[in-house]
């Protein structure tokens, strides 16, 4: 009777907590001997396949039928010029973006990505750019980034912090080089490209003093006696005059 009983609620049952429920009663009896063990683990069996019809069944609340997830779809995306793209992409390749060991891993879109992380390590100390921001940079697709990137990871060049959030849309990944070939490469471009890796050592530049005649006037450069330093042949009878623009010709007589 009690088995019978069962296995009709079992069948009537619309939700996981009402299976719930009904599988706690089973054990219970099974425990006090009102059901044999041949009983309660057809019902058992019988709970699991009901369970999983019910779930198959269930849609979650605010996803449209057919998606599997609450965020909107991500858009295609195009650049709006392909040959403006590939252009791109080739000259941040061969601009040098690591160093040829290195580079001779990658391909040339590869190379472009790389390049774009490179500038943002070099600026910033790390890149915390969205896969999508990156590529578009690059001139390549995402998949395309994603997969330079992953790549990079596996070779031991750089290392990607996840930035997940439950409930809601992740950060971006914070990508950071540790390969010291890939760094050192880095500051080799100057301070101006690399602040953050170059710190504040250097020398103050220093521009010489524009010492030229403004109204290009000649001057007497003959030697006089008791000047310091004037080693000039004497044997020259045509004085030597030097015009402003730094040039040397015979005076007139």
Known sequence: ????????????????????????????????????DAEAQGLAELLHTRRAAIREAVAPVGIPLGRVTLFPPKRLQRAPERSVAIERRRRLACSGPMPPA???????????????????????????????????????????AQAAIRLAEGDGLL??????????????????????????????????????????????????????????????????KGCRGAAVDSSRSDPLRILAGGRTGRAMR
């Open 1 to 36: 009777m009690f088995h019978a009983t069962m296995r009709s609620a079992i069948d009537d049952a619309r939700t996981l907590a009402q299976l719930d429920g009904l599988s706690r009663t089973i054990w219970q009896a099974h425990a006090a001997e009102t059901v044999t």
């Open 159 to 224: 290392t990607i912090q996840e930035r997940r959030h439950q409930g809601r849309k992740s950060d971006p990944n914070v990508v950071r080089i540790i390969s010291r070939e890939w760094l050192q490469w880095l500051r080799r471009g100057g301070r101006s490209t690399a602040p953050a890796l170059l710190g504040s050592i250097g020398c103050k530049s220093v521009r010489p003093t524009d010492r030229g005649d403004p109204q290009r006037q000649v001057v007497d450069a003959e030697p006089k």
């Open 102 to 144: 290195l580079a001779s891993r990658f391909t040339t879109g590869q190379l472009a990505v790389l390049r774009v992380v490179g500038d943002e390590m070099a600026r910033n100390g790390a890149c915390g750019l969205c896969v999508d921001a990156i590529a578009a940079r690059a001139g390549v697709c995402r998949r395309l």
